[in-house]
């Protein structure tokens, strides 16, 4: 009995470590539709964006190391892209959504300054980071519905050598 407690609380304590360093800014935008995250190992090594020309976000794409993830939300035929370099990393979204309706624009910011700009700068803005140093994105997630996407989160955490997000320290 005693090395089942043992063993329950050295696995809580992993769990508590490893979420340590994460951090999430929280969705904006409607909301409706169907929900959506894209998650993968390691850091993320790619975007890809889709818009409506001269309006909203359709869609999104990522890729962690060699693979690309889902869409989130449709392809359309205006789409833009940004492949990072290695150690490269993704530390800000910005951009502008109509609270009833889509998000507007998207720009991704990198640690080494790069940008990837979307869509149209319209309606409202917001900023997502990290909260920790040497964070970096590591997952989207929001609603979508046939015509794009009408809410986005970030999630951030410390990606280690090994691809895991873990305890690195900041």
Known sequence: MLSILLFAA????CLAQSNEFSSYSSAIGLGAG???????EGSITGVKVWEHPN??????????????GSVLGIVTTSELSMELFEGEAIVQVSGKFNPVDYIYQLTFRTNRGRSLIAGQPFQVSFNFYPKFARAELRMLSGRSNDKGITSLGAHWGIVNPQGNTGADQP
């Not at 050295?10 to 304590?13: D, E, Q, S």
């Not at 309006?55 to 690309?68: D, K, V």
Request: proline content about 4%; overall charge positive.
């Open 55 to 68: 309006s909203h976000i359709t869609g999104i794409q990522l890729r962690h190391g060699a693979n690309w």
């Open 10 to 13: 050295a696995w809580v304590a």
């Open 34 to 40: 169907t929900p959506f995250s894209a998650k993968g």
